[in-house]
C-alpha cells in the first residue's frame, strides 16, 4: 500500500535497491477504505468563436462540492489569462467560455492549463492544453485548443499525426535541407497551421548551430464516452426514476499513451512570414511566425529512459435482495487496467476486479530505469450492470466501474566523451475519483515523487 512517511512516500523508500536491477513494483490490497467521485472533471477543452471553451462534470455528490469555484486558464509562463466564478451543482456537466485566455500563444508559449479550484486556492481540477493553428489558406489562420499532457518547458509539444508526417519527410529526405513547414503542408495540407505553430516553437526552444538534440513529447487518447480522460472512466449503471423499470449495460474500453523523443537536428537558416491570426470578433492580427530550414543529423547522443506507471481500479454493485442474494445478481461492475512498456505486448501491470456485492479495488505501481523506448501505454475496459423491475420497496440495484491512471516518463540525452546532455520530462494523470487520504498518495505525488528521486 501507498503509505505516507514523514519526509518519504512509497516510491521513495524502495529506491536504490530497485532502481538497481532496473524495476520497481509496488502492490496495494484491495481495501474498503472511503473512496469518492472527483468534485470536478474537466472531460474537454476547445476554442469555440475564438474564445477557450471548458466543459466541466460536477461530481453526483453534493457533500463533495464547495459552494464556489474558479475556472482559471494559465499560459505557458504560468501567468492567468481569464477567469470565470461557477457556483457547482451535483451532476451537472456545464460548459464554461473564458473569454481572452489564449493571448499571443507565439510569445507566452503553446503548452497551457486550466485549472478549477476552491475559493480558498485548493486545486479540484487541472487539465493542460495545446493551442496550435488552423489555416484556412496559406495567410489566415484562427487559433484552436486541444487537451495536453504535461511537460517541462524544454519540451516541445507534437500531435501523434505531425510527428509521422515529420518522420516520413525526415526518413525520405536524409540529410538534405528542407523547409518544415513547406514539405509537411505538401504532404499533409490539413496539418498546415499545427506545423506553423511546431516549426516557431521548434526554434525557441531547440535548435541552434551544429547538431543540436532536443525533446519532443506526444501523446494519444481513446475514450468511448466521448471525453478527453482517455484510459480513465466512470462507468454508472442505476436506476433514473424509482417507480420505472430499467435496465443497462454500459461498456468502455479506453487507452492513453505518452511518448518522449530526442530529435535532432541541424539548422540551416529561418525564415519569417507574416499571417493574419483571426481574434473574436473577426479581428484578424498580423503575426510574424519563424519557419525553419534544416537537416536532420545523427549526432553521437541517444536517449536513455525512466518510466513510471500506476493504475487504480475500483468495481461497486448492489443487487435487488441483499437476504438471501439473487441466483443471477441484477447488479454488477468489472474493472480491468493494463499497463505496457513502448509497443509491448505483455503489460507490466495487469488487474481485473469484479464486483457482484460490494465493493473491489486495485492500486498498483511500477517504475523502470534505464529503458531504451520513451513510450508508456495504458488500456482499460470497463463494464457496469443493472436490471430494475420498478418496484420501489426493494433494494434498487446499481453497478460502477471506475479508473485512474498515471504515465510519466523522463528522457536523458547520453552524449559520449560530453557526458549526459538535455533532460526532458512528461506525463500525464487522469482521475475520475479520489484515493483515500492519508491512506495511500494521491496519482499527483506519486508522480512528483518519482522524478524527485531520479
Same mark, same amino acid.
Not at 59 to 79: F, H, I, R
Not at 158 to 169: C, D, W
Not at 292 to 298: D, L, R
Given at each position: 500500500?501507498?503509505?505516507?512517511?514523514?519526509?518519504?512516500?512509497?516510491?521513495?523508500?524502495?529506491?536504490?535497491?530497485?532502481?538497481?536491477?532496473?524495476?520497481?513494483?509496488?502492490?496495494?490490497?484491495?481495501?474498503?477504505?472511503?473512496?469518492?467521485?472527483?468534485?470536478?472533471?474537466?472531460?474537454?477543452?476547445?476554442?469555440?468563436?475564438?474564445?477557450?471553451?471548458?466543459?466541466?462534470?460536477?461530481?453526483?455528490?453534493?457533500?463533495?462540492?464547495?459552494?464556489?469555484?474558479?475556472?482559471?486558464?494559465?499560459?505557458?509562463?504560468?501567468?492567468?489569462? /481569464?477567469?470565470?466564478?461557477?457556483?457547482?451543482?451535483?451532476?451537472?456537466?456545464?460548459?464554461?467560455?473564458?473569454?481572452?485566455?489564449?493571448?499571443?500563444?507565439?510569445?507566452?508559449?503553446?503548452?497551457?492549463?486550466?485549472?478549477?479550484?476552491?475559493?480558498?486556492?485548493?486545486?479540484?481540477?487541472?487539465?493542460?492544453?495545446?493551442?496550435?493553428?488552423?489555416?484556412?489558406?496559406?495567410?489566415?489562420?484562427?487559433?484552436?485548443?486541444?487537451?495536453?499532457?504535461?511537460?517541462?518547458?524544454?519540451?516541445?509539444?507534437?500531435?501523434?499525426?505531425?510527428?509521422?508526417?515529420?518522420?516520413?519527410?525526415?526518413?525520405?529526405?536524409?540529410?538534405?535541407?528542407?523547409?518544415?513547414?513547406?514539405?509537411?503542408?505538401?504532404?499533409?495540407?490539413?496539418?498546415?497551421?499545427?506545423?506553423?505553430?511546431?516549426?516557431?516553437?521548434?526554434?525557441?526552444?531547440?535548435?541552434?548551430?551544429?547538431?543540436?538534440?532536443?525533446?519532443?513529447?506526444?501523446?494519444?487518447?481513446?475514450?468511448?464516452?466521448?471525453?478527453?480522460?482517455? /484510459?480513465?472512466?466512470?462507468?454508472?449503471?442505476?436506476?433514473?426514476?424509482?417507480?420505472?423499470?430499467?435496465?443497462?449495460?454500459?461498456?468502455?474500453?479506453?487507452?492513453?499513451?505518452?511518448?518522449?523523443?530526442?530529435?535532432?537536428?541541424?539548422?540551416?537558416?529561418?525564415?519569417?512570414?507574416?499571417?493574419?491570426?483571426?481574434?473574436?470578433?473577426?479581428?484578424?492580427?498580423?503575426?510574424?511566425?519563424?519557419?525553419?530550414?534544416?537537416?536532420?543529423?545523427?549526432?553521437?547522443?541517444?536517449?536513455?529512459?525512466?518510466?513510471?506507471?500506476?493504475?487504480?481500479?475500483?468495481?461497486?454493485?448492489?443487487?435487488?435482495?441483499?437476504?438471501?442474494?439473487?441466483?443471477?445478481?441484477?447488479?454488477?461492475?468489472?474493472?480491468?487496467?493494463?499497463?505496457?512498456?513502448?509497443?509491448?505486448?505483455?503489460?507490466?501491470?495487469?488487474?481485473?476486479?469484479?464486483?457482484?456485492?460490494?465493493?473491489?479495488?486495485?492500486?498498483?505501481?511500477?517504475?523502470?530505469?534505464?529503458?531504451?523506448?520513451?513510450?508508456?501505454?495504458?488500456?482499460?475496459?470497463?463494464?457496469?450492470?443493472?436490471?430494475?423491475?420498478?418496484?420501489?420497496?426493494?433494494?434498487?440495484?446499481?453497478?460502477?466501474?471506475?479508473?485512474?491512471?498515471?504515465?510519466?516518463?523522463?528522457?536523458?540525452?547520453?552524449?559520449?566523451?560530453?557526458?549526459?546532455?538535455?533532460?526532458?520530462?512528461?506525463?500525464?494523470?487522469?482521475?475520475?475519483?479520489?484515493?483515500?487520504?492519508?491512506?495511500?498518495?494521491?496519482?499527483?505525488?506519486?508522480?512528483?515523487?518519482?522524478?524527485?528521486?531520479?
Amino acid at each position: 500500500m501507498h503509505r505516507r512517511s514523514p519526509r518519504a512516500s512509497w516510491l521513495r523508500a524502495l529506491t536504490l535497491s530497485s532502481f538497481a536491477v532496473g524495476g520497481l513494483f509496488v502492490a496495494a490490497p484491495a481495501h474498503a477504505a472511503e473512496t469518492r467521485e472527483m468534485p470536478a472533471t474537466i472531460v474537454n477543452v476547445s476554442m469555440q468563436d475564438g474564445e477557450l471553451t471548458a466543459r466541466i462534470r460536477w461530481s453526483a455528490e453534493s457533500k463533495s462540492l464547495p459552494g464556489e469555484v474558479e475556472v482559471l486558464s494559465y499560459d505557458g509562463t504560468e501567468k492567468i489569462t /481569464a477567469g470565470e466564478r461557477l457556483s457547482p451543482k451535483a451532476g451537472e456537466e456545464v460548459e464554461v467560455k473564458l473569454s481572452g485566455a489564449v493571448q499571443e500563444p507565439w510569445e507566452t508559449g503553446w503548452a497551457q492549463r486550466l485549472v478549477v479550484r476552491e475559493a480558498q486556492g485548493r486545486e479540484l481540477a487541472s487539465q493542460p492544453y495545446d493551442v496550435s493553428l488552423a489555416c484556412e489558406d496559406e495567410k489566415t489562420c484562427q487559433l484552436t485548443a486541444a487537451p495536453g499532457i504535461s511537460a517541462s518547458r524544454e519540451v516541445l509539444h507534437v500531435s501523434n499525426a505531425l510527428q509521422k508526417t515529420l518522420g516520413a519527410i525526415e526518413k525520405e529526405m536524409g540529410t538534405k535541407q528542407f523547409d518544415l513547414v513547406r514539405e509537411v503542408a505538401r504532404r499533409e495540407p490539413s496539418l498546415y497551421g499545427e506545423a506553423l505553430s511546431y516549426a516557431h516553437g521548434l526554434i525557441k526552444i531547440g535548435p541552434a548551430e551544429g547538431c543540436q538534440c532536443s525533446w519532443e513529447a506526444s501523446y494519444s487518447r481513446t475514450n468511448s464516452s466521448g471525453t478527453s480522460l482517455g /484510459a480513465a472512466h466512470n462507468l454508472y449503471s442505476r436506476p433514473l426514476s424509482q417507480n420505472k423499470p430499467s435496465n443497462a449495460r454500459l461498456t468502455t474500453q479506453d487507452s492513453s499513451r505518452v511518448t518522449l523523443t530526442l530529435h535532432c537536428t541541424s539548422l540551416a537558416s529561418i525564415l519569417t512570414q507574416e499571417f493574419g491570426i483571426r481574434q473574436p470578433g473577426g479581428l484578424v492580427k498580423p503575426v510574424r511566425m519563424l519557419q525553419p530550414v534544416y537537416s536532420t543529423c545523427a549526432g553521437t547522443c541517444s536517449g536513455r529512459f525512466s518510466h513510471f506507471g500506476r493504475i487504480t481500479g475500483k468495481t461497486t454493485a448492489q443487487s435487488t435482495t441483499p437476504f438471501p442474494p439473487p441466483t443471477i445478481p441484477n447488479g454488477s461492475a468489472m474493472e480491468q487496467s493494463k499497463y505496457h512498456l513502448g509497443n509491448g505486448l505483455s503489460p507490466l501491470l495487469n488487474e481485473t476486479r469484479y464486483a457482484p456485492t460490494g465493493d473491489q479495488e486495485f492500486d498498483r505501481g511500477i517504475a523502470m530505469h534505464n529503458v531504451s523506448s520513451g513510450s508508456g501505454y495504458v488500456q482499460t475496459s470497463g463494464e457496469a450492470f443493472h436490471a430494475y423491475n420498478g418496484n420501489a420497496s426493494t433494494w434498487q440495484p446499481y453497478g460502477r466501474a471506475q479508473g485512474n491512471y498515471a504515465i510519466a516518463v523522463q528522457g536523458v540525452a547520453v552524449c559520449p566523451g560530453e557526458g549526459l546532455g538535455p533532460m526532458g520530462r512528461a506525463f500525464d494523470i487522469q482521475s475520475t475519483y479520489t484515493l483515500p487520504e492519508n491512506e495511500v498518495d494521491s496519482m499527483e505525488k506519486s508522480v512528483q515523487d518519482f522524478f524527485s528521486i531520479l
